[in-house]
């Protein structure tokens, strides 16, 4: 392939260029941001799925809690009835009064336990209520760590965005005078290679750093200025400059 130097050169430019929008590239992926953003809505998630076992367990609890209670003011309307009967005189019958006594008794014995059972329903519900606020208020500062990281790299995003658009014009400017053969061979190296073109500099290829042999710098001594040379050992386009040490 024939292309003229001045053209060869301006290659040089535009890997320079190419290497900017590759490093803003993978600024962009790798922005720390992400990996926070990633890590947050995974913890959030967890949280979210322990909130709600949380909230349930609660929400059990206070039914619990409330069937307790009535099951209690069942049994002291019962026992206060009871007592009502035997204080209003109406039951004369010996043996009915010692039944209406045990009664009451019993009654009484049942109220003391089911209180019991009230309290340690509260106190498992409290301690239910407590880890559901603690949880929630866990699941509220991570949103908010995710909501600041979003924040942020929607902000670097614009940056990065505006800045690589500044350096596409650049490289647009830059290729606009290349030959189209050349500027075809040199996209599809940069593709395989990552780097299309590399300038050779005191007889050093700086695409792989590997310095030429006698052999090989004689043969591009040789060779036309036009001629489209490539590294043996990289296969860059390899550009002469004043540098190459020919």
């Given at each position: ?203 050093r290829c700086q695409g792989c750093k ?8 004689n043969r591009i001594k040789a060779a ?23």
């Open positions: 392939m024939k292309a003229a130097p001045e053209a060869q050169k301006r290659l040089l430019d535009l890997a320079e260029i190419d290497s900017a929008v590759d490093r803003l590239a993978h600024r962009r992926r790798t922005l720390p941001e992400l990996a926070e953003i990633d890590e947050t809505s995974k913890r959030l998630a967890q949280l979210a799925t322990s909130v709600i076992g949380a909230e349930t367990e609660a929400s059990d609890l206070a039914r619990e809690q409330a069937k307790a209670e009535n099951d209690v003011d069942t049994v002291r309307t019962r026992a206060e009835r009871d007592q009502k009967r035997l204080d209003s005189g109406a039951v004369t019958s010996p043996k009915d009064l010692s039944s209406l006594q045990s009664e009451i008794t019993s009654l009484h014995r049942r109220q003391g336990d089911l209180e019991e059972i009230v309290l340690e329903i509260m106190e498992r519900r409290e301690a239910a209520d407590t880890k559901a606020g603690d949880l929630v208020r866990q699941r509220d500062e991570v949103a908010a760590a995710r909501a600041a990281a979003e924040a942020r790299r929607d902000a670097a995003f614009v940056e990065i965005d505006k800045e690589a658009g500044e350096v596409r014009a650049r490289r647009d400017a830059a290729a606009a005078d290349i030959p189209a053969d050349l500027a075809t061979l040199y996209q599809k190296l940069k593709e395989q290679y990552g780097v299309g073109a590399a300038m050779l500099q005191h007889g590997v310095s030429l042999s006698i052999a090989d710098m036309p200025h036009d001629e489209v040379l490539r590294c043996e050992e990289c296969r860059r386009i390899l550009v002469r400059t004043p540098e190459s040490g020919l």
